[in-house]
């Protein structure tokens, strides 16, 4: 301690400083509390004149490791924070500003967890995140995201954190995602997408009958930073998003994951319906940047928004397919846009299978509506067989055996036992009817299959196979039996 209080002066030498710290950090177990407090407060001081060089960058490296592993008292934190949130960026030895980012990280991070959560400290990280997003060198960039993400990551071991930087994204969110720091749109997105990955930790921890509860009064905290982020997508040029495009996706996605994508829709509506495609501003108008968005996002979700929301829009857009592809309106060109859009639709649906929230209430609804969609579409549009069959399979899969549940968060284990038994009611109406498909794409001649002849064939025999261990055993000895049969009748007839 009486060497690191020598070299907290500006003419000291830090050197001396880097071997007592590779000491300090081997032997860490063997200090006392009072001591490795001593130490940090005296680390303060030697920071507040540090210089970019090499043993700076040991010092700051070092203090980030041990604040990993020690319990620094909360004043303690707080000299080291100020200390710390001085060090300006340094271009000329990005390594230094690295190393002060990850440090301020650590630092911040303990301070959010010691209850120290209040709005005079997120700003100051703000503003310190807002200094390193300014500069030129894409290094320094990079810094100030990883800053941000550092902060933000305190959130997945509490909820109260959580709840506190969210509440206070009406102000930070609008200097992050300030337009004339677009350059850095790509390092704040990818935080504010961890940001929300964090609280989607946290919703997995909450038990099934509070889950609905628990998500609305988190969203309402979190409509501020959303709608900061949406801002930017609405405000900017569409040739202007290829920089930042990957991360908005990444940051939406997460938002959607944890939210619902109602919810997060209803801030930026999805029109694909409301506009014509021959329109040149189709893309920004309706909003057909949520399509991937969702495909991506969707998991542990609404099946009802698909049945009740999804559907009904494909359907909408089937009907003007056919107005383009025949009449006096015909256009082949916007006919086939409009069927890929369909497509695109339909391609959500094993995002929604992913571990579901109202299995059996979708499946319920309207007399079973949906399951006889579904089953209309295996028999009647081969070109959408395999996803269907793909979103049948991970249904199968959300239900995953006793055994296997042993490591999964309460929600997850919670929606796998209360769908078990909705699966087996399930496949007692699919399994017929896969087989029989099954059974009529084989009876296509073999000089006559195509490629995507063989992925249906390959997606159905996958399904049935998901289906078979949650089937009652006296189905699948009813479809054994029947098949015995066949191939005997087929031998014969040889």
Known sequence: VRILRAAASPQAELQPVTHLLRFVHGHRQHFREEHQNAIFLSLAAVLRFAHPSQPAIFILNSLG????????????????????????????????????????GTIVAQMLLSEQATKELLSQVVLKVVEYLQCADLPLRVAGGNLCAASFAACSHSE??????????????????????????????????????HVDDLRTKQPLAKVEAWTEEVFQCAIPLLKEVLSIQEGVRIRDRASYAEKFGFCM?????????????????????????????????????????LKQGVRRSSLTDFSGFILPLAGRL?????????????????????E??????????????MEPLDMEEALKADGGKLLSQLLAVLFKEPNLRVTVCTGLTFL????????????VSPLVAELAKKNRDSLRRLAAKVVPDLFTLSIKIGEVPQDEITSAIAASMQAVLATLKAFAPVCESKVLAGFFDTIVKRMLQSDQAG
């Not at 490791?65 to 707080?78: D, F, I, M, N």
């Not at 329109?279 to 108008?285: A, H, N």
């Not at 890929?340 to 299978?353: D, E, H, K, R, S």
């Open 65 to 104: 490791e041990v604040g990993k592993s020690v319990k620094v008292p909360p004043k303690t934190l707080q000299q080291l924070f100020t200390a710390l949130i001085t060090i300006k960026p340094c271009e000329a030895l990005p390594q230094y500003s690295s190393a002060a980012v990850a440090a301020t």
């Open 160 to 197: 109260v954190v959580a709840r506190t930087i969210l509440q206070g994204a009406d102000k930070w969110a609008k200097m992050l995602l300030d337009f004339r720091l677009k350059s850095s749109y790509p390092n704040t997105l990818g935080a504010i997408g961890a940001l929300l990955g």
């Open 253 to 293: 996605g997460a938002a959607v994951r944890v939210f619902g994508p109602a919810r997060v829709r209803s801030l930026a509506p999805l029109g694909l319906a409301d506009f014509s495609l021959e329109s040149l501003t189709y893309e920004q108008d309706a909003r057909s940047w949520w399509v991937p968005i």
């Open 318 to 338: 089937r009907a003007a397919q056919k107005k383009y592809s025949e009449g006096p309106k015909a256009n082949l060109t916007v006919a086939k846009r409009y």
């Open 340 to 353: 890929a859009i369909v497509t695109q639709l339909w391609g959500l649906f094993p995002a929604y299978c």
């Open 396 to 407: 199968c899969r959300s239900s995953p055996p006793e055994d296997e549940l042993e490591e």
